[in-house]
């Protein structure tokens, strides 16, 4: 079990910047996957970016040249740096874990933190 934990939400000009942390608590040493998630009003959940522990990513297009996820392992940290955002960035942003699988140690979860928000004005 492992529990995230979601800062630096708020308002943010069309444009400029922003950058979200998630720390995670628990059993962090069964984490081998972390990143993040958004879910604007209306629509899914979807990626935004994932990381592994040993370094591969999976980056969403949207994403792609704006938004920068930096790892710091050893605290249970993982930033989202948002660069150029604009008004379809507007979402509630969700970290997420994974948990390995390791018989008697680990169960391969997934978790998700309780979000926090983000809006763009113009």
């Known amino acids: 079990q492992v529990n995230l934990v979601e800062s630096g939400g708020g308002l943010v000009q069309a444009g400029g910047s922003m950058t979200l942390s998630c720390v995670a608590s628990?059993?962090?040493?069964?984490?081998?996957?972390m990143g993040w998630f958004r879910q604007s009003s209306g629509k899914e959940r979807e990626l935004i970016v994932t990381?592994?522990?040993?370094?591969?990513?999976t980056l969403a297009d949207s994403a792609k040249g704006r938004f920068f996820m930096s790892p710091d392992w050893s605290k249970n940290r993982v930033s989202l740096q948002m660069n150029k955002v604009d008004s379809d960035d507007t979402a509630v942003y969700y970290c997420?874990?994974?948990?390995?699988?390791?018989?008697?140690?680990?169960?391969?979860?997934?978790?998700w933190g309780r979000g926090t928000q983000v809006t763009v004005s113009s």
């Open positions: 628990g059993t962090t040493n069964c984490i081998d996957t």
């Open positions: 997420y874990a994974k948990f390995k699988a390791r018989t008697g140690v680990c169960v391969g979860s997934q978790y």
């Open positions: 990381l592994t522990t040993w370094g591969s990513e």
